[in-house]
């Protein structure tokens, strides 16, 4: 498969995003729930080797104006996570009486790789009590087992060679699978949550794809979620230019003089400031200015990856925003497989 976009996200949405400007769009709708705004994409047969991205539903719970540490709207969230969920089991079919499996993927031992070990390691499993009391087991009491299987570079098997060999051993219907992502935009890491029917690729979230895991692969319902975690640097240099240009552009409009420019005194919606014109680019960034988004990318891989410089970056507040995240994640799956929890 040959992508015709060179950007490096996991996120659907941003590939779409991204396809637009080449006349490919997706069957999309918005939804706002509190804080949390929800976007629903399917990507048709038709679409998936033009976006890069496997056919399939596509759910992005876009967080950024909650406060994951406030106990009411990450109970929010969690409640929005939870009805996309039941929603997803439902288009596959999966019912309460079929044996579910959560894999946690990723590396334990770095930070920004660990949601999935630690959304594992919090969520309720059931499949002992179904085999050694299944007559003790309430109603509304799913059936379900767990594993966090590592990485490759740990234990030198594939991931999907070991869920493929525990599938085959104790029969499972469907299986959900939480890892760490990599996002483009740089507003999007910790602060969105992507969910889909369409599987995963281990370790796609820092360049590291291995098999993927899906319906075709195993044989059986996969049920991905995600969470960018990471962006890369020339992600970050190329937002930045653009973040600057736009500053540049509110400056203009405000009749602000040059030396006062340099000077920022107030907070600025850098997101939504549009980009000012190609003229104005080039007036402020020269040639540099004067390169299409694809050109500045390439130029910045260009330069940056020889060099070793193309480092994956994470917020310095990572390690309580994978605590919270996970616990959001862990108490979503809980409610949507098993309907005691409640």
């Known amino acids: 498969m040959n992508p015709i976009y060179n950007i490096r996200t996991d996120l659907a949405l941003e590939s779409i995003d991204e396809g637009q400007a080449n006349q490919i769009s997706s069957i999309h709708d918005v939804k706002t729930f509190g804080k ?5 994409n399917i990507i048709t ?16 719970l876009e967080i950024n104006e909650s406060n994951i540490n406030d106990t009411d709207d990450l109970r929010n969230i969690e409640n929005v996570l939870t009805d996309i969920l039941k929603n997803i089991l439902k288009e596959e079919q999966i019912t309460e009486n079929q044996k579910g499996m959560i894999v946690g993927l990723g590396n ?10 630690m959304v594992v390691d919090k969520i309720i499993v059931t499949r002992h009590m179904f085999v050694l009391h299944p007559e003790e087991v309430s109603p509304g009491i799913a059936n379900i087992c767990a594993i966090a299987p590592g990485v490759m570079g740990n234990t030198g098997i594939e991931t999907t060679d070991i869920i493929e060999s525990i599938i085959q051993k104790i029969d499972i219907d469907y ?14 890491v910790n602060k969105s949550i992507q969910v889909t029917n369409a599987g995963i690729s281990p370790g796609s979230g820092v360049g590291n794809h291995r098999k993927e895991l899906s319906k075709e692969t195993i044989g059986c319902p996969v049920i991905a979620i995600g969470v960018p975690t990471v962006v890369d640097a020339v992600t970050i240099t190329s937002s930045t230019f653009d973040f600057l240009l736009r500053y540049f552009q509110q400056k203009l409009e405000e009749g602000v003089s040059n030396a006062d420019r340099l000077v920022i005194q107030e907070k600025i ?3 939504n400031t549009p980009l000012p014109s190609e003229e104005t680019k080039k007036h402020f960034l020269g040639e540099f200015g004067a390169l299409t988004d694809e050109e500045k990318r390439s130029l910045l891989i260009s330069i940056l990856t020889p060099n070793g410089l193309n480092m994956m970056v994470t917020p310095k507040e990572v390690d309580l925003d994978i605590e919270n995240l996970s616990d959001l994640i862990g108490g979503s799956i809980d409610k949507a497989l098993h309907p005691l929890v409640h």
């Open 108 to 117: 334990m031992n770095i930070t920004p790789d660990s949601l999935g070990p």
């Open 175 to 188: 299986l959900i699978v939480i890892d760490a992502l990599a996002a483009r935009e740089v507003k999007r």
């Open 269 to 271: 919606d850098l997101q």
């Open 36 to 40: 949390v705004t929800v976007h629903q």
């Open 45 to 60: 047969k038709e679409m998936s080797e033009s976006l890069g991205k496997k056919e399939g539903i596509y759910y992005l």
